[in-house]
Structures are given as structure tokens and as C-alpha cells.
């Protein structure tokens, strides 16, 4: 049973533009929501998190959206670069085994100039 | 600061040889450790997980084996590799259970 479920697979935005990709649990003991940015070759790196007691949390182009009551939430990239071209995952931990994290299947983002 | 580091960076090893990968954590105590493995392409599965020496989390059944000698050092291993070993092998180090810090990873091809 997939734990976090993330869409889209792959994602294409002009240069400028809003980059959005979706995820939603199913646990709703999961108390924390992190994302990960991954470039070829390289390990991810954790690029925002948020906790449930949020609904929104922005660093500088980025904002995760959370919504409780339906599962979910989502990574927004404003105004959109061609260096924000990498492979983006979503996470979530929390519970009895909390000490584990669920990863989302991932959404490669290309930024068209 | 913390740092992660793991090696080798790259490997090529033959089918039925053994495996160690190495990863070590610096500028913090009692992290808990993660190993994951990436297909090329696919998302993070993850292998194993340690909150502590020598209490290792195993999360799917296979040829492979982890272990941590140290506070700060995580091993996995494997006597002998098959085809579908190959991927990206990610150690990850956690001070608490949220933010998760990855390392370099390592390249394993197995021919």
C-alpha cells in the first residue's frame, strides 16, 4: 500500500511561470511534510517542510499548501527557473514508527526558457 | 556543521561479488541512519533504518544487510550481488524524526 501518493510524473513550465505538484497520505497520524530536491546525480536535498498546524508555509519561491481534511498537500514554485529543473519528492513521517519516512514517487520538473 | 559522507562514489561490481558501502556522519551524536536505494529514474525505497548502534530496522526482505559498528557510521552489505542490486544507494542521517539530510550516493552497477 503506497503510503504518499504524488502527482504529476513529469511536469513542463515556461520560464516564469507557477510549477505545482500534488501529493496526498493516507495516514493521519503523519505529522510531518517535507520535500526533497533531487538534481541528476546528486542526493536530495530537503527544500521546505511543513508541520499540520499550518496551512501554508513559504520560503522565498516556494510554498507548501497543506489541507487536513482531505490528505493532502502540495509544493508551489513560483516564477519558475530553468535551474529549478530537478526531480521533486514528498514525504511524510509521523506515528507509531515515526522515526520512518514514506516518499512520494517523485515529479520531474523541466523549465523551458 | 554536519556533514555525510559516503563511498565509494562509483562501483562496478560482477554478479555474485560482494558488496560494502560505507557511510559516515560528522558533527553530531546519535543520528538515526537510513539506507535507500534509487532505480534509475524510480523514487527512493528505503532498505534500512537504525535509531541507534546496532539496532537496525530491515524494510524489505533481501540479499543485502546493514549494520553500524559506530554511532556514526552505517554499512550495508551483501555476500553476493545480483543483477537487480544495481542503482543508486542513498545513506541518510536524521538528528531528530524530521529533517532528513541525504549524502552523495553511490553509483553501483552490477555486470
Known amino acids: 500500500q503506497q503510503q504518499v501518493k504524488q502527482s504529476p510524473q513529469s511536469l513542463i513550465v515556461q520560464k516564469g511561470g507557477i510549477s505545482i505538484i500534488n501529493c496526498a497520505y493516507e495516514n493521519t497520524a503523519f505529522d510531518y511534510f517535507p520535500w526533497y530536491q533531487q538534481f541528476p546525480g546528486k542526493g536530495p536535498a530537503l527544500l521546505i517542510a511543513i508541520r499540520p498546524d499550518v496551512s501554508e508555509k513559504k520560503e522565498g519561491r516556494f510554498t507548501i499548501s497543506f489541507n487536513k481534511s482531505a490528505k493532502q498537500f502540495s509544493l508551489h514554485i513560483m516564477d519558475s527557473q530553468p535551474g529549478d529543473s530537478a526531480t521533486y519528492f514528498c514525504a511524510a513521517s509521523g506515528g507509531y514508527n515515526f522515526n520512518k519516512f514514506y516518499f512520494g514517487s517523485g515529479t520531474k520538473l523541466n523549465v523551458k526558457p | 556543521s554536519q556533514t555525510i559522507h559516503q563511498w565509494p562514489a562509483t562501483l562496478v561490481q560482477p554478479v555474485g561479488s560482494p558488496l560494502s558501502l560505507e557511510c559516515t556522519v560528522e558533527g553530531t551524536s546519535n543520528p538515526n541512519l537510513y539506507w535507500y536505494r534509487q532505480a534509475a529514474g524510480r523514487g527512493l525505497q528505503l532498505l534500512f533504518y537504525?535509531?541507534?548502534?546496532?539496532?537496525i530496522s530491515s524494510e524489505v526482505p533481501q540479499n543485502l544487510s546493514a549494520s553500524r559498528p559506530q554511532d556514526r557510521q552505517f554499512i550495508l552489505s551483501s555476500k553476493k550481488l545480483l543483477l537487480s542490486d544495481s542503482g543508486f544507494y542513498l545513506c541518510?542521517?536524521?538528528?531528530?524524526?524530521?529533517?532528513?539530510?541525504f549524502g552523495p550516493g553511490t553509483r553501483l552497477t552490477v555486470t
Open positions: 537504525s535509531v541507534g548502534i546496532g539496532q
Open positions: 541518510a542521517w536524521s538528528a531528530d524524526r524530521y529533517e532528513q539530510y
